[in-house]
T-cell receptor
Framework: QKEVEQDPGPLSVPEGAIVSLNCTYS??????FMWYRQYSRKGPELLMY????GNKEDGRFTAQVDKSSKYISLFIRDSQPSDSATYLC??????????FGTGTRLKVLA | GAGVSQSPSNKVTEKGKDVELRCDPI?????LYWYRQSLGQGLEFLIY????????KSGLPSDRFSAERTGGSVSTLTIQRTQQEDSAVYLC????????????FGPGTRLTVL
């Protein structure tokens, strides 16, 4: 079993939909939780990070961490075709070693 | 300012040849990472450099893989006697050092071993 599990998708939604992306993990030592967005043929770029449990909102994006369930989510409101990309979750215990999920491919249809 | 750059962007090689991949980190970032991204596998940690400390090589998959970082800046990842299973995108990232370090990624080098 991988330390971080993420559904690879692809996930197709109509423009304007609310998108929910999720990761589960097994290591209770993880404290830092990140979401990266990766466009085709580009490197990942950080979207959001959360320390420990709780919610964090940034514009159309909301990150949630539930440490009791070892489950994290990224919600995208009013999704746009420009949101079409691969979304990777990443986690660490506070060191330089990030453990990445496999990424979920999202396609937002105009 | 300039981000992380990598070269070449694409590399096609024949099985058994050696390849060198280059990474230029963001100026002032003392930490540098190499990852491998294969289809359906996510990002696999390869090696970590921090300042003058000994690198963490725990992610290198075999002794055919090596990396160096000269002058605390540019890094080169070398794969000797390439195999078809080495085909992947090799990503470099750099960061500052601290309890939480945002890793800034380069665009990657797409390696194809025929």
């Amino acid at each position: 079993q991988k330390e971080v599990e993420q559904d690879p998708g692809p996930l197709s939604v109509p423009e304007g939909a609310i998108v929910s992306l999720n990761c589960t993990y097994s290591n209770s030592a993880f404290q830092y939780f990140m979401w990266y967005r990766q466009y085709s043929r580009k490197g990942p770029e950080l979207l959001m990070y959360t320390y420990s449990s709780g919610n964090k909102e940034d514009g159309r994006f909301t990150a949630q961490v539930d440490k009791s369930s070892k489950y994290i989510s990224l919600f995208i409101r009013d999704s746009q075709p420009s949101d079409s990309a691969t979304y990777l979750c990443a986690m660490s215990g506070g060191t330089y070693k990030y453990i990445f999920g496999t990424g979920t491919r999202l396609k937002v249809l105009a | 300012g300039a981000g992380v750059s990598q070269s070449p962007s694409n590399k096609v090689t024949e099985k058994g040849k050696d390849v060198e991949l280059r990474c230029d980190p963001i100026s002032g970032h003392t930490a540098l990472y190499w990852y491998r991204q294969s289809l359906g596998q996510g990002l696999e940690f390869l090696i970590y450099f921090q300042g003058n400390s000994a690198p963490d090589k725990s992610g290198l998959p075999s002794d055919r893989f090596s990396a160096e970082r000269t002058g605390g800046s540019v890094s080169t990842l070398t794969i000797q006697r390439t195999q078809q299973e080495d085909s992947a995108v090799y990503l470099c990232a750099s960061s500052l050092v601290g309890p939480y370090n945002e890793q800034f990624f380069g665009p990657g080098t797409r390696l194809t071993v025929l």
